[in-house]
């Protein structure tokens, strides 16, 4: 069988495999902007970045967030403030628990809730481990944007043990939702604390060893220093709070400042950075994990005895299983306080919560009209705030200097984009 | 009444007729008209014994058929942060459904950028003066809607349905 060859213009539009979608600035030819994402791995989730290139160099830069938007805030509206909880799992996914303690901190804050002493030493050892595990993570992608895996695998295995803290407490290692208002899903099972002491004993060689491989290491050294400066009062005006702040030199710890929780009866230090680059937020970040360990272990020794919930006569928690299965009372409580129409009431105003996590200061602030929904429910992210900052912070960088401008700034798209 | 150090202060520059003062639970919250927003927030920030440096975030509400009766349908907050002297306040104003713009405070704080930018498009509220003044966080297909409304059904209006994706020739 022959092939017709067909006049010209009558061919078919040819497919033309297109190259990598770079377009040349009309007004001036050298630069050239480059999509970066919202598909790519530096940026760990999806983000999207629009960079105007010279060269290497980026002249100008744009992030498009919001392709994780999932209405979080909209279904808050919907959710009862236990069922809520569930929701903030899926926010800062590095550190779920974190997310849950900083919702019914604010919760409780707008009842107006004083939660048990043992609850208190409970949750800020929850809370610290979920600190060491982002900071974990997030100086481990440090080290992995300039190359060195090892690092990133060392803090990978730590994490692993802490998820397994997490499963034993919950049940879960992930989507953990293990706060409700006036205390905690279940109390801490036998054994924990000494889980918990044996992680403590085991993380510090770890660090040795990663800050062995780091720390002095000049590599490292060059693509961090000086690369991506804030300084004190940029950091401030750009509502930066956390580790990013502090790499700046900012002195603001909510633990410290705002003293929640166990936090006022243990002993602790804040470290303050002082150049504001890449490798100041990396050190702050590498201490406080140091300080976190310490924190876990006065916590744990003077963990008190006694409930984890509130007095069940606040309606809040849930009634005893003893109760619920063996008398009338306790199983009227029980269905009052799950059945979705029931449920606690709060008061009609509104109030803000906020608690310093891993990544900055995590608040939310509640409207209440008086049902046992949130009329609004808003949440102040770190990583939406921080990454603001991306255009003063990477313009003058290279494109290498960007991804480790990135990762330094631990930005979680579900938390970004909400 | 209040005894937040930074309300007489302000009582006493604006005048008492402007500042209402709510407190609850350690939260300090100052409504004030909408005319005097700017003045007040750059009072805030230059004043010595205010320094209030750093703006947390920008919070929208709407307080459509809000069982407590309010000054209007839509509620802008700003809690602002003195680091210094470690004091939080919440400014608050009130806007009506017909005239929804509100100041920029993006010349004083720049971390009001994109705050601002989501409460725009959540509410419909007008930032005057943002420097960048598009959608943040949705696409397209909600121009003219504001989903964080009252009005808003949570299940959304068909956007999820009718989102058309996107190709070479369209991008």
Same mark, same amino acid.
């Given at each position: 069988?022959?092939?017709?060859?067909?006049?010209?213009?009558?061919?078919?539009?040819?497919?033309?495999?297109?190259?990598?979608?770079?377009?040349?600035?009309?007004?001036?030819?050298? !630069?050239?902007?480059?999509?970066?994402?919202?598909?790519?791995?530096?940026? !760990?989730?999806?983000?999207? $970045?629009?960079?105007?290139?010279?060269?290497?160099?980026? &002249?100008?830069?744009?992030?498009?967030?919001?392709?994780?938007?999932?209405?979080?805030?909209?279904?808050?509206?919907?959710?009862?403030?236990?069922?809520? &909880?569930?929701?903030?799992?899926? %926010?800062?996914?590095?550190?779920? %628990?974190?997310?849950?303690?900083?919702?019914?901190?604010?919760?409780?804050?707008?009842?107006?809730?004083?939660?048990?002493?043992?609850?208190?030493?409970?949750?800020?050892?929850?809370?610290?481990?979920?600190?060491?595990?982002?900071?974990?993570?997030?100086?481990?992608?440090?080290?992995?944007?300039?190359?060195?895996?090892?690092?990133?695998?060392?803090?990978?295995?730590?994490?692993?043990?802490?998820?397994?803290?997490?499963?034993?407490?919950?049940?879960?290692?992930?989507?953990?939702?293990?706060?409700?208002?006036?205390?905690? %899903?279940?109390? /801490?099972?036998?054994?924990?604390?000494?889980?918990?002491?044996?992680?403590?004993?085991?993380?510090?060689?770890?660090?040795?060893?990663?800050?062995?491989?780091?720390?002095?290491?000049?590599?490292?050294?060059?693509?961090?220093?000086?690369?991506?400066?804030?300084?004190?009062?940029?950091?401030?005006?750009?509502?930066?709070?956390?580790?990013?702040?502090?790499?700046?030199?900012?002195?603001?710890?909510?633990?410290?400042?705002?003293?929640?929780?166990?936090?006022?009866?243990?002993?602790?230090? /804040?470290?303050?950075?002082?150049?504001?680059? &890449?490798?100041?937020?990396?050190?702050?970040?590498?201490?406080?994990?140091?300080?976190?360990?310490? /924190?876990?272990?006065?916590? &744990?020794?003077?963990?008190?005895?006694?409930?984890?919930?509130?007095?069940?006569?606040?309606?809040?928690?849930?009634?005893?299983?003893?109760?619920?299965?063996?008398?009338?009372?306790?199983?009227? !409580?029980?269905?009052?306080?799950?059945?979705?129409?029931?449920?606690?009431?709060?008061?009609?105003?509104?109030?803000?919560?906020?608690?310093?996590?891993?990544?900055?200061?995590?608040?939310?602030?509640?409207?209440?009209?008086?049902?046992?929904?949130?009329?609004?429910?808003?949440?102040?992210?770190?990583?939406?705030?921080?990454?603001?900052?991306?255009?003063?912070?990477?313009?003058? !960088?290279?494109?290498?200097?960007?991804?480790?401008? $990135?990762?330094?700034?631990?930005?979680?798209?579900?938390?970004?984009?909400? | 009444?209040?005894?937040?150090?930074?309300?007489? =202060? =302000?009582?006493?520059?604006?005048?008492?007729? #402007?500042?209402?003062?709510?407190?609850?639970?350690?939260?300090?919250?100052?409504?004030?008209?909408?005319?005097? =927003?700017?003045?007040?927030?750059?009072?805030?920030?230059?004043?010595?014994?205010?320094?209030?440096?750093?703006? +947390?975030?920008?919070?929208?509400?709407?307080?459509?058929?809000?069982?407590?009766?309010?000054?209007?349908?839509?509620?802008?907050?700003?809690?602002?942060?003195?680091?210094?002297?470690?004091?939080?306040?919440?400014?608050?104003?009130?806007?009506?459904?017909?005239?929804?713009?509100?100041?920029? =405070?993006?010349?004083?704080?720049?971390?009001?950028?994109?705050?601002?930018?989501?409460?725009?498009?959540?509410?419909?509220?007008?930032?005057?003066? #943002?420097?960048?003044?598009?959608?943040?966080?949705?696409?397209?297909?909600?121009?003219?809607?504001?989903?964080?409304?009252? +009005?808003?059904?949570?299940?959304?209006?068909?956007?999820?349905?009718?989102?058309?994706?996107?190709?070479?020739?369209?991008?």
């Amino acid at each position: 069988m022959t092939q017709t060859q067909l006049p010209p213009d009558k061919m078919p539009p040819q497919e033309v495999a297109q190259p990598p979608q770079m377009i040349q600035d009309q007004e001036n030819p050298d !630069h050239w902007t480059l999509n970066f994402g919202p598909q790519h791995p530096a940026t !760990h989730t999806t983000i999207h $970045l629009v960079m105007k290139l010279d060269g290497e160099r980026v &002249v100008d830069i744009t992030p498009h967030i919001g392709y994780l938007h999932s209405g979080f805030e909209k279904l808050a509206e919907h959710h009862t403030y236990d069922q809520y &909880v569930t929701v903030t799992d899926r %926010m800062n996914y590095l550190s779920p %628990m974190a997310n849950n303690i900083a919702w019914h901190h604010a919760v409780e804050k707008l009842l107006d809730i004083e939660i048990t002493p043992r609850c208190k030493y409970a949750r800020t050892i929850v809370a610290e481990l979920a600190r060491i595990q982002d900071h974990l993570l997030n100086v481990g992608e440090a080290a992995l944007e300039v190359g060195a895996f090892t690092a990133f695998i060392f803090c990978f295995n730590d994490r692993e043990h802490i998820y397994d803290l997490f499963e034993a407490l919950c049940g879960a290692r992930f989507t953990t939702s293990w706060t409700r208002a006036g205390g905690a %899903m279940a109390d /801490i099972p036998d054994g924990w604390d000494q889980m918990v002491l044996d992680f403590c004993k085991h993380l510090p060689k770890t660090l040795v060893e990663f800050r062995k491989l780091l720390n002095r290491n000049r590599i490292f050294q060059e693509r961090t220093r000086n690369v991506a400066v804030m300084s004190y009062e940029e950091a401030i005006n750009y509502s930066w709070t956390g580790p990013m702040a502090r790499g700046s030199g900012v002195k603001r710890d909510l633990r410290k400042d705002e003293p929640y929780l166990a936090y006022p009866e243990l002993e602790f230090k /804040i470290p303050i950075g002082s150049d504001g680059d &890449v490798f100041s937020r990396y050190l702050v970040r590498m201490e406080e994990i140091e300080q976190s360990i310490s /924190i876990i272990k006065q916590a &744990v020794k003077n963990l008190p005895s006694g409930p984890i919930n509130v007095d069940s006569d606040l309606r809040v928690p849930l009634a005893e299983k003893t109760e619920t299965y063996g008398s009338i009372e306790g199983l009227i !409580h029980h269905f009052e306080t799950v059945m979705t129409n029931r449920g606690f009431h709060a008061p009609v105003n509104e109030c803000y919560g906020a608690q310093e996590t891993a990544n900055g200061e995590l608040g939310f602030f509640l409207v209440s009209d008086g049902t046992n929904k949130a009329w609004r429910a808003k949440t102040r992210g770190p990583s939406f705030i921080h990454l603001q900052a991306a255009a003063r912070l990477m313009c003058g !960088h290279t494109i290498s200097e960007v991804v480790v401008a $990135l990762a330094s700034m631990n930005v979680i798209a579900a938390e970004l984009d909400r | 009444m209040s005894d937040h150090p930074t309300v007489p =202060l =302000l009582i006493e520059k604006f005048g008492q007729q #402007h500042i209402d003062v709510r407190e609850f639970n350690g939260n300090t919250t100052v409504v004030i008209p909408k005319s005097i =927003l700017v003045d007040v927030i750059t009072f805030l920030y230059n004043d010595p014994a205010c320094g209030y440096k750093q703006l +947390t975030d920008v919070w929208g509400v709407d307080y459509l058929d809000y069982p407590e009766e309010q000054n209007a349908r839509f509620g802008v907050l700003y809690p602002l942060l003195s680091i210094d002297k470690n004091r939080r306040i919440i400014i608050k104003v009130f806007l009506s459904e017909d005239d929804l713009t509100v100041p920029t =405070l993006n010349g004083i704080y720049k971390g009001s950028e994109w705050s601002e930018r989501e409460t725009a498009e959540m509410y419909g509220i007008t930032f005057e003066g #943002h420097p960048d003044p598009r959608r943040i966080l949705l696409c397209d297909l909600f121009e003219g809607k504001y989903p964080l409304r009252k +009005t808003y059904p949570l299940k959304g209006q068909g956007e999820r349905e009718s989102f058309t994706p996107i190709t070479t020739e369209s991008a």
